[in-house]
């Protein structure tokens, strides 16, 4: 869709008119999508603008956002299903293949295995990640231009419409920028090629660690980990947030006691088996890292470590936890 398209809609969505001054903002607007100029500018004057004229504004605006909005978000889903069979097939000729890779790598021996871990394993995962769970942006810039200039524009008139709220303090969420990026994750989520159970276990996680208030970081580096299990067909983890507490609290030991090993000279935390016992959980394996604050620090560092590799990507599975204190981090798992 052409921008002068969008700007007809501007200005025929609307059953009500706006006031002069409301349409000489109007104008202003429209003729930034005409010559592609940004609009922070004009949106941070409106400010200074009347309250009956940002009324007006947004009287326009309310009515003429879901109409533009959902324009791009047919346009990005139709986008993302157009695509011969044949390419469909070598997509999935593309995907079976790195996953064979992968695994290939996975199979041997540790002594073997670790070079290959950066010049085949990882660029396999960065691959499926493409295919897979392609993001937005990727979606659009493999699109027709069309749809990257309707994006533009519809980001643009996202922006002016929540200065427009925030500015006259409206009582509207000016959420229009926000619900887009979410809209636009959903439909780049349900173009991509992940598992189903797997996408609903990341969605169970995410309101196990909303309820069980398991930190941030610990949480993001547990989905990490699970997107990479799925791209490659595995399945994805369950959260268990007592093994996310063991795990937490062997970081602190280490810490602590300035000791980095699986076994802990702290009495009765001796072996992984015996901290998972004490939070009332089970263990089957157990990875420890030390050197960043950052959860993808730790699922790098475990990653190239054939050892720790071959922990976090084992199909046998089931229950995963991580916990961080400082620059220690320990990931658990169970079956």
Known sequence: MKTLVLISLLATACHAVAGQAADELLAAFQGHLENGSPVDSLCESLDDVEGAVLKDLNQQLNKTWPVISERYYSALESATEQGSGSERNNTRNDIRKLR?????????????????????????????????????????????????????ATLKLAAFRDASLNAEISTTPSDSVESMRAREGELAEAAGGLSRDGLQILAKNRKIVEKEEVPADEALGIEECNLWRLYLGLNALVLDPKLCDASRDHSKDMAEQKFFAH?????????????????????????????????????????????????????????????????????????
């Open 100 to 152: 064979e890779d992968f695994l290939a790598v996975y199979a041997m021996g540790e002594a073997k295995m670790k070079p290959l871990l950066k010049t085949v394993s990882m660029p396999a995962i960065q691959e499926l990640r493409k295919l897979l769970a392609p993001t937005a942006d990727e979606l659009v810039a493999a699109g027709p231009p069309e749809l990257a200039k309707l994006r533009d």
């Open 263 to 335: 076994e802990s000279p702290v009495k009765g935390k001796t072996t992984p088996w015996d901290r998972a016992a004490n939070f009332d959980t089970k263990a089957s394996g157990e990875n420890i890292y030390m050197g960043s604050t950052k959860p993808q620090g730790a699922n790098k560092g475990w990653f190239f470590s054939p050892g720790h590799h071959k922990n976090m990507f084992n199909p046998r599975q089931v229950r995963i936890g991580l916990g961080r204190f400082g620059k220690h981090w320990t990931q658990m798992f169970g079956r």
